[in-house]
Structures are given as C-alpha cells and as structure tokens.
C-alpha cells in the first residue's frame, strides 16, 4: 500500500521566534515518545541547524539535498537517516532558483504524496511567505506559527490572509507561544505574556495551542559549545521546563496524528488519480462514435487506416472522426482553386494546400439558399487567429449535381451535416484540424483535445454572432 505522510509545518513571516528550534526538537520528542513512528524533517533554511543536529558523519559527496527533493528526485534517494533515529534531508543554499519552479501552490503537496514517506514529515520554513512556504503550508496537516510578542501575532494576519485568498480551510493553522519569559508578570487579567499572546489571538479568530514554550537560557546554549554542535533539549535540557512543554505539545501532535483518516498528501493524491482517471474515461468516450469512414473517399478506415491526417467535428458534435491526408488536401485544392484533378496545375496547387492546412484548422460554414449556395472557408492558427477568408460559390449543391470540382466537399458536407430530407442541419458548420497521421486517436486525448474544444467553442460564438447581423 502506497505510503502518504502526516505533515508538520513550522512557519512565521518574523525571523528568530524559535521555529527551527521547534522544529528540529518536535522531531527528537516524536521519535522518542513513539519509537516506530517514522519521521523525517527538512528546512529551506541555509543556516543547516537540520545538518548539525542530524548528520551522523559529514558528508559533502553528494547533493542528495533539500534542492534535489524539490527538482523531483525520489524521497528514498534523499532522505538520510540521521541521530536519534531520525530521517532528514540535508539543507541547501542553493534554492533561490527554485521559485521558478514552484509557481503552483500545491507542488510540494504533491511531491510529499507521491514521495511514498510515511509517518510524519517536518518542514521547518523560512521566515518569509514566499511560493515554497506557501507550498509547505498547504502540504500540511498541522501549521505550527510560533509568535513571542505582538509584532510577531501582527504577522500571523498574511498566513491566514493567504488561506482565505485560496478558500482554503484554516483548521490546520494553530499559533504556539514561543520564547515566553515567565519573570514577566501583569497586573490584571492578562497575567503573563503567554497569557495576553492567547487573548489577543483568540480575539483576532487565531486558534492558539494551550501549551507554550518559556524562554530558557539552558536551551538557549544548547547550540552554543565548543565543538560546533547543537545539542537536543531532550538530552541537554532536561530539567527545564521547556523539557515538559514539548512532551505536552508532542503528546498533542501524535493524538492528531492517531485521529487523522485520511492526511491532506492521501486526499491530493486520491483527488489527482480521480482526475487522471476522469481524464481517461472522457478520452474512451470520445473515441466512441467516430465515424467508420473518411467521409471524403468513404472508404473504411479499418482497411485503410494510413495517412488519418485530419480530424473533423462538427458544430453539434454528432458526426466527427477522421479523413485521409490526401483526401482533405484534394478536397480543399479543388474547393479554393476551382481546380479539377486533371488540371496540370493541379498537383503543385495541392502540394501548397497540403503544407498550409497542415497547420492550420479549417472552418467550413455552408450557406444554402434559394437564390445562390456558398461556403465560407476560414483558416484560423491553433490559437485562433483567422488566417485566410474565401467565400466560395456552390452552385448546384442543393441539386445534387457533381461537376468534377466540387465533388469532394459536396460528399464531406452532406456525409458530415445531413439532416431533415436531405437538407443540411440548419446553421450547422464543421472544422478540420490537422493531427499526427502516427497517432491521430492522440488528439482525443484531454491535453490535445482542449484546443480543439476551445476552437470549437470560438467558432460557434463566430457563427451565433454572424447570424444576428
Ligand atoms: N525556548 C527557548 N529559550 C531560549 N532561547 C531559545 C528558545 N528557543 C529558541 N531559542 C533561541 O532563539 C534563537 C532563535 O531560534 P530559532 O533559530 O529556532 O528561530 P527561527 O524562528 O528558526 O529563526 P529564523 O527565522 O532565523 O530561522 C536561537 O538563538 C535559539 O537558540
Ligand atoms: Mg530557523
Ligand atoms: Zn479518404
């Protein structure tokens, strides 16, 4: 069974209010509270506290780093285990260049479903709201925003702020007092710091965790020592009150993670396979009716299944399907040309057809009256710039009568827009585009098939705008 993490990330706009302590702790308490329970922290921070406090031997061999993750390199192939039998990937300076990348939201989120990681996952973020802590942000289960005074509540506003602006649910967020100096005391109601922190924040519609953390000069020298580490409260801080502070927050965080179903990486990735699946089942629905010949030589596509080079639907979507290359670049060289077959121009004409209506789609808007019949042939470029404009008269289509030049267009139109005794379906048109003679079905497919859907719907506005003139 595909693994999907439960994600913790550690985020505030304000520099220093102790997330990475936060962070890099959480990770130590968690294993240790629940040995089995795999976890893994990485940090878009440079100031590679993760590698410090993890790394259990140097090694600069490599750069199966937090960029590595994010340019999409496997999680088994980044992820070390590291001390205290935790899993981390090692930080990188280089993830600058990165925000080109990330210009979705939910890229990490994606990233962390199919990462196949599984327990918890902590991402300790930068001081700042840019796209990749915005990513890691909507990738979690949990928000942790550590503030320790008002200027760092006042910041909170644009994490919420950007929830709302995505109409995304703000359950995940929780505020945590961080850094809180016990000494401090107040006179009335507010009693203390963490106390006033909460009020506020419960004021402003901020949920805000009941445990905190107090200010303590030990976990302070924690990465302070003479060999360069930085040493775990856990191990070195022990007797402080901040000690049991982070036992009460882990027990919070693992009854959470004990009575989340389904975490958000699990619903993106269920959500992305309905999607994918959904896109499979409209690309079998439209490959059902298409038509069983080319409408134009009317042969049987079964038996002559080459050069399928086009593509043809018309305005009510009832009669589509594919017509031979050589049939559509003849059909058009006698349309626009007025050129019959044994003409001896006729094959360079039709060799300069062929090159053009390979690139561009063509309209055809058949226009049948008493007095005089004629065809309004565009050529439009995919994105739907008109090309070419030509109104062709067809005299004796409404007749029936062949005369060598028309032929093919008068068997493509009634084929394709018969309706009523022989008539044509009443202000019905077609298109033509050009697709892969390889792989023509791939056109059908929901990529390649937007385009023509977007066209489709472009003409059909043309044509409902043209008949109220
Ligand atoms: N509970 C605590 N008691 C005392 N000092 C602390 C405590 N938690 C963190 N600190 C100290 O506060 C400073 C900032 O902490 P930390 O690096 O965790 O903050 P940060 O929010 O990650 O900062 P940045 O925004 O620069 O990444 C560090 O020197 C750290 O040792
Ligand atoms: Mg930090
Ligand atoms: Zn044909």
Redesign the pocket.
């Known amino acids: 069974m595909h693994a999907y993490p439960y994600t913790i990330t550690i985020s505030?706009e304000?520099?220093?209010?102790?997330?990475?302590?936060?962070?890099t702790n959480l990770a130590i308490y968690l294993k240790a509270m629940r040995e089995d329970l795999p976890v893994t922290i990485f940090s878009f921070?440079n100031?590679f506290?993760i590698d410090k406090m993890f790394e259990l031997q140097k090694r600069d061999d490599d750069n199966h780093d937090v960029h590595a993750l994010l340019m999409g390199a496997k999680a088994s192939e980044v992820v070390l285990t590291g001390q205290y039998g935790v899993g981390y990937i090692r930080s990188s300076t280089e993830l600058g260049d990165i925000h080109e990348r990330f210009k979705g939201p939910m890229t990490l989120t994606r990233m962390l479903a199919e990462s196949g990681i599984s327990g918890i996952v902590i991402i300790?973020t930068?001081?700042d709201l840019n796209i990749l802590t915005q990513n890691a942000l909507y990738a979690a289960d949990r928000v942790l925003i550590?503030v320790k005074d008002l200027p760092s509540l006042e910041n909170c506003k644009n994490i919420f702020a950007l929830f709302d602006q995505r109409g995304i649910d703000k359950k995940s967020l929780a505020l945590i007092p961080?850094?809180i100096d016990s000494r401090i005391k107040f006179e009335g109601i507010f009693k203390d710091q963490k106390t006033l922190l909460r009020a506020i924040a419960v004021n402003r519609g901020y949920r805000c965790l009941d445990s905190f953390?107090?200010?303590?000069?030990k976990?302070?020298s924690?990465?302070t020592n003479p060999d360069g580490k930085i040493y775990p409260i856990l191990t070195h801080a022990r007797g402080t009150e901040?000690h049991s502070q982070f036992m009460e927050i882990t027990r919070d965080i693992l009854r959470s993670v004990d009575t989340t179903g389904e975490t958000r990486a699990c619903l993106y990735h269920t959500w992305l396979m309905e999607k994918e699946a959904g896109k499979k089942e409209s690309y079998l629905a439209r490959l059902e009716g298409l038509a069983d010949r080319c409408l134009i030589c009317g042969a049987l596509l079964a038996e002559a299944p080459d050069d399928r080079s086009f593509y043809f639907e018309t305005s009510d979507r009832s009669t589509r399907g594919f017509l031979h290359g050589a049939c559509v670049s003849n059909m058009l060289c006698s349309t626009l040309y007025s050129l019959q077959e044994n003409d001896p121009t006729f094959n360079t004409a039709r060799a300069l057809v062929a090159d053009k209506v390979s690139r561009a789609v063509s309209f055809l808007l058949p226009r049948i009256g008493f007095e005089a019949s004629r065809l309004d042939y565009r050529q439009f470029s995919m994105t739907g710039e008109l090309l070419l404009q030509k109104h062709i008269e067809i005299p004796g289509f409404d007749a029936g009568e062949f005369n060598g030049v028309h032929d093919r267009l008068f068997l493509l139109l009634n084929e394709a827009l018969a309706g009523f005794e022989g008539a044509l379906r009443k202000e019905s048109w077609l298109s033509i585009y050009p697709v892969d003679p390889d792989k023509p079905e791939s056109v059908l497919h929901e990529e390649s098939y937007k385009t023509i859907h977007r066209l489709q719907k472009h003409f059909a506005d043309e044509v409902k705008l043209l008949n109220k003139l």
């Not at 304000?14 to 962070?23: E, R």
């Not at 953390?213 to 000069?217: G, H, L, R, V, W």
């Open positions: 505030s304000k520099g220093g209010v102790g997330k990475t302590t936060l962070a921070d100031h506290t300790d930068r001081p550590p961080c850094l953390i107090s200010k303590s000069p976990v302070e924690l990465n901040v």
